[in-house]
């Protein structure tokens, strides 16, 4: 059974720093891995999607790196902001199946 | 076009009765899927569908959870009997093809009372 991990579980950052969140799936046959925000009462909005054979993704200041062989992906965010505090999920897609299984997520705080 | 649209936004129940969840997927999207989000359990696949194949159920928990998808589009989750534990919120979304980055509605609350 397909587990994915997030830590930390809450990260606490002053604006402006650079930070790393941290996601770790146990099956590597995966077709997809993507990252997520969620604000608090609102659904998710999709910022990466990484395919099993790419090895990252960048959106202007996020980007995403996958390395499947050893069940690990990280988001990178660049000079945060108090606009990124929202829970970070990331969630995997298995090949032929279609449905995502998510992390339970990393709450973000930045602090202006 | 408009995004993912649910309703109702919020549902307050008595334990036992049957609640209807609707999902407004994103126009010329094929695939569909059901979510639910918990304090306990995370986010938890429920079911999906995709263009006229038989849908995915492996994710209901249990046979009073129903859901369909009428003429390729809007889709209906039913809850029948509810119970306290299926108090959580029900996300509903939709991609332009399987596997590809898939668009959240704003869920549904369901409390049940």
């Known amino acids: 059974k397909q587990e994915v991990t997030q830590i930390p579980a809450a990260l606490s950052v002053p604006e402006g720093e650079n930070l790393v969140l941290n996601c770790s799936f146990t099956d590597s046959a995966i077709y997809n891995l993507q990252w997520f925000r969620q604000d608090p009462g609102k659904g998710l909005t999709s910022l990466l999607l990484?395919?099993?054979?790419?090895r990252e993704q960048t959106s202007g200041r996020l980007n995403a790196s996958l390395d499947k062989s050893s069940g690990r992906s990280t988001l990178y965010i660049a000079a945060s902001q108090p606009g990124d505090s929202a829970t970070y999920l990331c969630a995997v897609e298995l090949g032929g199946a279609q449905k995502l299984v998510f992390g339970q997520g990393t709450r973000l705080t930045i602090n202006p | 076009g408009a995004g993912v649209s649910q309703s109702p936004s919020n549902k307050v129940t008595e334990k036992g009765k049957d609640v209807e969840l609707r999902c407004d997927p994103i126009?010329?999207?094929?695939?569909l899927y059901w979510y639910r989000q918990s304090l306990g359990q995370g986010l938890e696949f429920l079911i999906y569908f995709q263009g006229n194949s038989a849908p995915d159920k492996s994710g209901l928990p249990s046979d009073r959870f129903s859901a369909e998808r009428t003429g390729g589009s809007v889709s209906t989750l039913t809850i029948q009997r509810t119970q306290q534990e299926d108090s959580a919120v029900y996300l509903c979304?939709?991609?332009?093809?399987?596997?590809?980055?898939?668009?959240f509605g704003a869920g549904t609350r369901l409390s049940v009372l």
């Open positions: 979304a939709s991609s332009y093809f399987s596997s590809s980055i898939q668009y």
């Open positions: 126009s010329g999207h094929t695939a």
């Open positions: 990484i395919q099993s054979s790419q």
